[in-house]
């Protein structure tokens, strides 16, 4: 089925049961006037001739269970998309099936197999393998993810019905940014993926992907992206001092969208603020690690104006953009992503 190939029917539980009533008398009812005729029979004689059954069904019995078998068994393959013909006359002993759909595997199964023979430890094979994935990302909807209910949550949602998010605080009840949830698919050496769900007005705040090539599809919703390259220097600064960024992407996006970054290119460095709920679907190749030097790092724009770094003559001052990295990997105060519960296709190791 898998193949797309038409296929023998396996034999249909009314073939086990004319076993049955054959092995009491070895007769087999050919229609329902037969069975109607037969009256109150019993078909299997002794309970010995056919030792699994502990009962003497009558033809009768038998022939309303074969009814009821029939239809559930002829329900159930053309709820798969399989048509099956069956003589006109009566209903027979057998039947023929032809496949009209092939049994098809889940979407996020097809690109996590991309995924694992397209990524290595040390990130994409190559271009050719990067774009396949893309390829397959772009086809997954949010009902292949089991978000079917969030995103018509999302299409029906507007600014003057919305409700109150975050917590309580001091300082009313919006001081604290609305909790994001991260939906957890799967991780191996090579690869990561996984699901942002952001409430409106909620913000991931400026972090980067180091070492790392990073696919993401906004799935439903509409968000507002900034992403930033850095730019290079002659004399390398102490990491915790402001450093120069080229602004790479400063827009609105809209479902779906999907993006590419890479480590040196595409902004690496970004953040996001949703416009409306959405959910980001992040791939990352390879995943972040701190062990391989891949820990998350968070930033913010630096209030220096004139910081003592030369830049690169075919630079424009103006498009530069300065940007600090805050202490010990930890990001911005208020900043909070729950676990949520991924409710998809599981993927196996």
């Given at each position: 089925l898998?193949?797309?190939?038409?296929?023998?029917?396996?034999?249909?539980?009314?073939?086990?049961?004319?076993?049955?009533?054959?092995?009491?008398?070895g007769?087999?009812?050919?229609?329902a006037?037969?069975?109607?005729?037969a009256g109150?029979?019993?078909?299997?004689?002794s309970?010995?001739?056919?030792?699994?059954?502990?009962?003497?069904p009558?033809?009768?019995?038998?022939?309303?269970?074969?009814?009821?078998i029939?239809?559930?068994?002829?329900?159930?393959?053309q709820?798969?998309?399989?048509?099956?013909w069956?003589?006109?006359?009566e209903?027979?002993?057998?039947?023929?099936?032809?496949?009209?759909l092939?049994?098809k595997?889940?979407?996020?199964?097809?690109?996590?197999?991309?995924?694992?023979?397209?990524?290595?430890?040390?990130?994409?094979?190559?271009?050719?393998?990067l774009?396949?994935?893309?390829?397959?990302?772009d086809?997954?909807r949010?009902?292949?993810?089991?978000?079917?209910?969030?995103?018509?949550i999302?299409?029906?949602?507007?600014?003057?019905?919305?409700?109150?998010?975050?917590?309580r605080?001091?300082?009313?009840?919006n001081?604290?940014?609305?909790t994001?949830?991260?939906?957890?698919?799967h991780?191996?050496?090579?690869?990561s993926?996984?699901?942002?769900?952001?409430?409106?007005?909620?913000?991931?705040?400026?972090?980067n992907?180091?070492?790392?090539?990073?696919?993401?599809?906004?799935l439903?919703?509409?968000?507002?992206?900034?992403?930033y390259?850095?730019i290079?220097?002659?004399?390398?600064?102490?990491?915790?001092?402001?450093?120069p960024?080229?602004?790479?992407?400063d827009?609105?996006?809209t479902?779906?969208?999907?993006?590419i970054?890479?480590?040196?290119?595409?902004?690496?460095?970004?953040?996001?603020?949703?416009?409306?709920?959405?959910?980001?679907?992040?791939?990352?190749?390879?995943?972040?690690?701190?062990?391989?030097?891949?820990?998350?790092?968070?930033?913010?724009?630096?209030?220096?104006?004139?910081?003592?770094?030369?830049?690169?003559?075919?630079?424009?001052?103006?498009?530069?953009?300065?940007?600090?990295?805050?202490e010990?990997?930890?990001?911005?105060?208020?900043?909070v992503?729950?676990r949520?519960?991924?409710?998809?296709p599981?993927?196996?190791r």
């Amino acid at each position: 089925l898998a193949a797309g190939r038409p296929c023998p029917l396996p034999p249909s539980p009314l073939s086990y049961l004319q076993r049955a009533v054959a092995a009491g008398n070895g007769e087999w009812p050919r229609g329902a006037a037969d069975l109607d005729d037969a009256g109150d029979q019993d078909l299997t004689g002794s309970s010995a001739s056919y030792p699994s059954l502990q009962i003497s069904p009558t033809k009768s019995e038998v022939g309303r269970l074969c009814s009821i078998i029939t239809t559930l068994w002829i329900n159930c393959h053309q709820s798969l998309g399989c048509k099956i013909w069956t003589e006109p006359s009566e209903v027979r002993q057998s039947y023929h099936l032809n496949c009209t759909l092939p049994c098809k595997m889940p979407k996020i199964k097809n690109l996590s197999d991309a995924c694992k023979v397209s990524f290595s430890p040390d990130g994409p094979i190559s271009e050719e393998t990067l774009e396949r994935v893309r390829a397959l990302l772009d086809e997954i909807r949010p009902l292949d993810l089991g978000l079917d209910n969030e995103a018509q949550i999302a299409r029906t949602w507007n600014s003057s019905t919305r409700q109150q998010n975050g917590r309580r605080g001091r300082g009313g009840p919006n001081q604290y940014a609305p909790t994001i949830k991260y939906l957890h698919i799967h991780e191996c050496e090579s690869f990561s993926m996984g699901i942002f769900c952001m409430p409106p007005s909620s913000v991931i705040p400026l972090h980067n992907h180091p070492g790392m090539t990073v696919l993401s599809k906004l799935l439903y919703g509409k968000l507002h992206a900034e992403s930033y390259d850095w730019i290079d220097v002659a004399d390398p600064t102490d990491p915790l001092k402001p450093r120069p960024a080229r602004c790479v992407r400063d827009r609105e996006m809209t479902a779906p969208e999907t993006t590419i970054l890479y480590p040196d290119r595409g902004g690496n460095i970004h953040t996001f603020r949703a416009i409306t709920p959405c959910a980001l679907f992040d791939v990352l190749s390879p995943p972040y690690s701190a062990e391989n030097g891949r820990d998350c790092s968070y930033f913010q724009k630096s209030s220096v104006k004139e910081p003592s770094v030369v830049l690169p003559s075919e630079i424009d001052s103006s498009e530069v953009v300065w940007l600090e990295e805050l202490e010990d990997h930890q990001p911005p105060e208020g900043f909070v992503v729950a676990r949520g519960l991924y409710k998809g296709p599981v993927i196996r190791r």
